[in-house]
């Protein structure tokens, strides 16, 4: 099946700093990936879709200064946390489709951001 | 605005029982809905998916099922395994559209004792 990576799984930053989180198709190109959020025992909320070559739609809430989107290529989309909070802690997860949907979506393993 | 939910928040059963969970949806206006498993600090996997012209769909012991007109879905689980111990998570695109953007409910937490 089609496999989507993420990366890094795990990083810890101080407040104030930026971090970038990679998702990528590894066997398959996507010209649509999400970005999910997940607080501890809660569901995925969507944060934002991500579009080949276009600006990212962001869900109501969720601020595009923050958390800022690029999907620079058919298989690559980054998430950028800028100046980092520790109520920004949480676990991000990216997932694609293999067309623009109707179909199933493959997730990838999810990286946990914590920062102190 | 699609609202998903799932019964019940957690089950806990011996080895070996039938089970089902169930997932419910307000717009009934959909195009499929998908099944899937996590476990605990981990990513997504996609179990089961049912087109909105199917009724249900089958993966080995699991069989989910697809009642768009009650917004209702239910996937069982035949022969239950400790190994099936995780989070179930039903998720549906907006009502109306077949656009990945998907809805989830708060998932089923699944605990299979020995």
């Known amino acids: 099946g089609a496999v ?13 700093t930026s971090v970038k989180i990679e998702c990528r198709s590894l ?4 010209t649509t990936m999400f970005w999910y959020r997940q607080f501890p025992k ?31 290529s058919l298989t690559l989309s980054t998430l950028t946390v800028t100046s980092a909070h520790p ?20 997730f990838g393993p999810g990286t946990r951001l914590t920062v102190t | 605005k699609q609202e998903v939910t799932q019964i019940p928040a957690a089950l806990s059963v011996p080895e070996g029982e039938n089970l089902v969970l169930n997932c419910s949806f307000t717009d009934s206006a959909i195009y499929n ?31 989910a099922s697809l009642d768009k007109s009650s917004g209702r879905s239910t996937l069982y689980i035949a022969a239950s395994q400790p190994g099936d111990s995780a989070t179930y998570l039903c998720a549906v695109p907006p009502g109306g559209t077949s656009y990945g953007k998907l809805t989830f409910g708060q998932g089923t937490i699944l605990t299979v004792h020995p």
Not at chain 1, 5 to 16: D, E
Not at chain 2, 47 to 62: A, H, P
């Open chain 1, 4 to 16: 989507v990576s993420q990366h890094p799984s795990r990083v810890i930053c101080k407040s104030g």
């Open chain 1, 27 to 30: 066997d398959f190109q996507a």
């Open chain 1, 42 to 72: 809660k569901s995925l909320m969507l944060m934002a879709t991500s579009n080949e070559g276009s600006k990212a739609t962001y869900e109501q809430g969720v601020e595009k200064d923050k958390f800022l989107i690029n999907h620079a």
């Open chain 1, 87 to 106: 109520e920004d802690s949480s676990f991000y997860i990216c997932s694609a489709s293999l067309t623009g949907g109707g179909y199933e979506q493959y």
């Open chain 2, 33 to 63: 809905l998908q099944w899937f498993r996590q476990d605990p600090g981990k990513g997504l996997t996609s179990l089961l998916l049912i087109q909105s012209s199917q009724r249900e769909q089958t993966s080995g012991r699991l069989n």
